[in-house]
């Protein structure tokens, strides 16, 4: 079963007089439980794909189905509740809320949605993410592999139905970025579908399924040799 | 070279920026200057009276006529005398024998010894001390020329305190610039001396513009409604700009503006270039010990619980600057309100007619000649005692006053005319109350004016600062802004959470300053023994700077919010 349908999207933008295409016409399919990479170069339009899927940015053309709805017929409440209930986000820069605790930054989407913190999932999350010393602990008080995690824990603790992950090994250096994936690879193979959007070939050719983006469009889609590996 | 050029970028770059601190600068001027324009003209118009009221004569002999003046001629030290409408003037021809009490008693002596020396004569003497006479005021006088300096003084310092709240925020969003430049090489006192220049050029624009607006804002009032020269029973003011007092108060306020803005700057250069040059202000700003989040009945009240416990500094500094301009201006408002109705209070008696008492009070025929008159209501006639009222004049009782009631006080002038004309003596003083009322009603129109300019300096001043520091504060929260609404907000959870939390303080703005203006306005009032009671005017205006301080504290956010939620797809 596919948890998100895209088809025919496009996004436009106006600069000036010139109207830019960042997504021109794509579509794709993500299955239940599957790990699909967007890579492409700077500027080819994944982020805005990703932002797309999300809810955060308006489609200019085209569909998108979560779970069978479409989200573009959807008004803005509707996609606030999408966000708190399907999906879970993990940025680059990670935003997380300054002047928050990461216990709090976690629980920030359950307060959103008014439910109460489950005490049994809370402790698992921040089990799994080795984040249990660093609980009450500012961001900024964080490394930013630590940051990421707390960044994943709190995508996590909704038990969103995807997680979209914008580069999220972008900010890190190389042995916390290979952390960080294995953590994304090891959540998938718990059953969660992960859409990643990374320009790291290696990160990209680590999930079950890659697309390619130029120009906005979405040139090719392989599956990767190399097999996805988690420790 | 190298600092004209930052400087003219930085005018450039954040023109709006530059603009705020320069509405700001010109507001905080406005008040001092408005003091200080009374003050000078309350000194001026004192010594203007003095002058007219003496002449600059040492002695007025009344009730003289011309063939009387050879009596004053040749009297040793004396100048000649002087004759003018009835009165005879002389003066005493040395300054240090009129400023000695002695010599200017022996003087009055001689005065009184030649009237005395006449049979049947009604001259009366009047004697001026030297400083009257040179329009020099007594010791009340300069006593509240002095307060009025002393309270000048620390409405600037106040207003620099505020004005420094509001550098703060100003030089905050030029502390990456700061930082850069800090990187690169450049010294504490080459960065002081760019944000000080910065600083004195937009400080002289505004000064600039505070005495062109003060001065022409009270000189058209004054014109309009204030001016008072020749009524009795008022002091005179009469409009005066002394240009060394306005440089005095300029010069006052630029020494203290520029030690709170040093201190500013000190403090920001403490900071290394490295946390200079990073935005992320609020967390820096975070206590130890963070109180617990709670959660709510709903989202909006959870996520409006958490900023009040956690960013709530910038509500606070607000409040410092609201609640004092408020409370002042109500306080102002009710007790110059009190004032206006004391002066316009219409009186009793609208005209009053007295006689000297040396010529034997007024006969029979003249009471009921006023009774007689038909736009007169009713008449009391006194005795030279005030407190001995009699309701009707009786045959051997010396009448020495009557007061006359009319049938509609807009008859005054044309009764005045009429009484003129029959009681033309000197013996006869006539005053008209009702004119006084008039032109005290006039002049509480004035006060009012002038209480709607000082309060739209005075809220815009305070006005401007909240609305920089709350634009800022949204600005600080834009990362979590934008986070929650990733997360799955609503705009309407956002938004109303910020507003919640803006709503506490608009209510603490609000209510405080009624409830401190009251406490004053009963503490001010004891001395005049003056009761305030409650009016409609006075909680119409509480109404209305209610209404423009929730909308102060309540627009900014919500602009700032709704901006940064509209802009959230432009890159989060």
């Given amino acids: ?231 | 070279m190298s600092y004209l050029i930052y400087l003219k970028r930085s005018l450039m770059r954040r023109p709006k920026r530059h603009l705020s601190l320069f509405v700001i600068l010109t507001c905080a001027f406005i008040l001092p200057l408005l003091i200080s324009i009374y003050r000078d003209s309350s000194a001026y118009g004192t010594e203007q009276m003095l002058l007219d009221w003496t002449k600059g004569e040492t002695f007025h002999i009344l009730n003289a006529a011309e063939d009387d003046v050879a009596l004053f001629e040749n009297i040793g030290g004396l100048s000649e005398p002087r004759y003018e409408d009835g009165i005879i003037y002389l003066h005493i021809l040395s300054d240090d024998e009129w400023k000695n009490f002695d010599s200017f008693n022996g003087y009055g002596f001689r005065i009184s010894g030649v009237i005395d020396s006449m049979a049947e004569t009604c001259l009366t003497v009047r004697a001026f001390e030297y400083n009257y006479a040179h329009g020099i005021p007594d010791d009340s006088s300069a006593s509240e020329q002095s307060a009025l300096l002393i309270l000048n003084l620390f409405i600037i310092l106040l207003s620099s305190l505020v004005v420094g709240s509001a550098y703060k925020s100003h030089i905050r969003r030029f502390s990456s610039d700061m930082g850069i430049l800090r990187s690169l090489g450049a010294e504490d006192r080459q960065i002081y001396a760019i944000f000080i220049a910065e600083f004195a050029v937009v400080f002289a624009m505004s000064a600039a513009t505070a005495v062109a607006i003060s001065a022409g804002v009270m000189k058209l009032l004054f014109a309009a409604y204030l001016e008072v020269d020749g009524v009795d029973g008022l002091a005179w003011v009469i409009f005066r700009m002394n240009p060394l007092n306005t440089a005095l108060h300029i010069a006052v306020f630029f020494a203290v503006l520029l030690v709170v803005i040093l201190r500013t700057l000190i403090k920001s250069s403490r900071e290394s270039a490295v946390s200079a040059m990073r935005e992320d202000i609020q967390s820096s700003e975070m206590k130890n010990k963070l109180p617990k989040m709670k959660f709510k009945a709903t989202p909006e009240k959870s996520l409006a619980s958490l900023w009040l416990s956690r960013t709530n500094k910038t509500y606070a500094g607000c409040l410092w600057v609201s609640v004092p301009i408020i409370t002042v201006f109500l306080f102002l408002f009710g007790y110059l309100s009190l004032d206006a109705d004391f002066i316009s209070e219409a009186p009793e008696y609208e005209l009053w007619i007295t006689k000297d008492a040396t010529f034997g009070g007024f006969a029979r025929e003249d009471i009921d000649y006023i009774k007689s008159l038909p736009q007169v209501e009713s008449v009391k006639c006194l005795r030279d005692a005030p407190e001995e009222i009699f309701n009707q004049a009786t045959d051997g009782l010396m009448i020495d006053q009557i007061r006359i009631k009319l049938t509609s006080p807009g008859l005054h002038k044309e009764v005045e005319s009429l009484l003129s004309s029959r009681f033309t003596g000197m013996e006869y003083t006539i005053r008209n109350f009702q004119a006084v009322a008039e032109q005290g009603a006039e002049m509480s129109k004035g006060i009012y004016l002038m209480l709607a300019f000082i309060f739209s300096a005075m809220f815009l001043f305070a006005a401007i600062i909240i609305y920089m520091k709350l634009r800022d504060y949204i600005s600080d929260s834009r990362k979590t802004v934008r986070t929650l609404s990733t997360l799955g907000a609503s705009d309407k959870t956002v938004t109303s959470s910020y507003l919640r939390q803006s709503a506490v303080s608009a209510v603490i703005a609000t209510a405080a300053p009624a409830a401190l203006s009251v406490i004053l306005l009963i503490l001010a009032a004891i001395p005049a023994a003056v009761k305030p009671s409650p009016d409609l005017r006075l909680c119409a205006v509480y109404l209305a700077v209610s209404a423009l301080t929730v909308g102060a504290f309540i627009l900014p956010v919500y602009r700032s919010v709704k901006e940064i939620l509209e802009k959230r797809g432009s890159g989060i």
């Fill in chain 1, 1 to 231: 079963m596919n948890i998100v349908e895209v088809k025919n999207l496009s996004k436009s933008f106006m600069q000036g007089d010139t109207e830019i295409k960042a997504v021109d016409n794509v579509s794709l399919e993500i299955a239940e439980g599957e790990m699909l990479a967007i890579t492409g170069q700077s500027g080819s339009g994944k982020t805005t794909l990703l932002n797309l899927i999300g809810g955060i940015e308006e489609a200019t053309e085209g569909e998108i189905f979560i779970d069978g709805a479409d989200i573009t017929l959807a008004d803005k409440d509707e996609l606030a509740r999408l966000r708190r209930q399907k999906i879970g986000y993990v940025f680059q820069d990670f935003n997380l809320i300054p002047i928050l605790t990461v216990r709090e930054n976690i629980i920030m989407p359950l307060l959103l949605d008014s439910k109460k913190v489950g005490k049994r999932r809370f402790k698992e999350i921040a089990g799994y993410l080795g984040l249990e010393n660093r609980l009450d602990h500012l961001p900024s008080q964080l490394s930013g592999g630590q940051k990421q995690r707390v960044a994943i824990a709190r995508a996590l603790i909704n038990s969103p139905s995807i997680i979209l992950a914008d580069e999220p090994t972008g900010n890190l250096d190389r042995k916390m970025a290979d952390e960080i994936m294995q953590l994304l690879i090891g959540l998938n193979e718990k059953g969660i579908t992960i859409l990643l959007v990374t320009h790291e070939e290696r990160y990209a050719n680590m999930c079950q399924r890659k697309i390619v983006m130029r120009d906005g469009k979405a040139t090719c889609e392989t599956t990767p040799a190399v097999p996805q590996t988690s420790q």
